[in-house]
Every structure is written in structure tokens, then in C-alpha cells.
């Protein structure tokens, strides 16, 4: 069960930090945080995002923070909200 506690917990601490990659780079409802913009930051901040990274991006869909981009993830009105509301 240890195992399936910390990919949960890195699931939610890459999704954690998909969110605040778009609040460093002030992206707004509506906009695409590319993908080339985001790995950089997640490398740097929390380089174990390799291995659960699309869970992470489902994860946030799910919830409704974002929406899949072809070059990358679009913030959404709850996902802006929950962002820069919340501080």
C-alpha cells in the first residue's frame, strides 16, 4: 500500500505544480500553458513529474482546471478561479 500512497501523492504533487506553472507564467482562463514552457518549470521545481504526468493532466481535466491543448493544457474558468482566487 506504500507504493500506491506515494504515486498518489505524485500525482497530486505534479498536478500541484501543472497549477503553479500557469500562475508563474500569469496564464489566464481561456489561454494554453505550452507544454515547452511547462516541462521546464516542473523539471525544475518537481523533476519526479516524469512518471505520472498524464495522470496528473487527467487528474486536473477531471477536476475541471484544465482542458487538453494539442501543444499543451488550456486553463478553464474553475481551474482560473481556483488559481488566482484562492490566494
Not at 3 to 11: C, F, G, K, P, V
Not at 13 to 18: F, K, L, P, R, V
Not at 54 to 72: C, R, W
Request: some cysteine.
Amino acid at each position: 500500500m506504500v507504493e500506491l500512497h506515494s504515486e498518489a501523492d505524485n500525482i497530486e504533487n505534479t498536478a500541484q505544480c501543472i497549477m503553479d506553472a500557469f500562475k508563474s507564467k500569469n496564464i489566464q482562463e481561456g489561454e494554453i500553458l505550452q507544454y515547452q514552457e511547462m516541462y521546464p518549470y516542473l523539471q525544475e521545481h518537481y523533476p519526479h513529474y516524469k512518471d505520472v504526468q498524464k495522470e496528473a493532466e487527467q487528474h486536473l481535466t477531471k477536476t475541471g482546471f484544465v482542458n487538453p491543448a494539442p501543444d499543451g493544457l488550456m486553463l478553464t474558468q474553475v481551474g482560473a478561479a481556483n488559481l488566482y482566487n484562492n490566494q
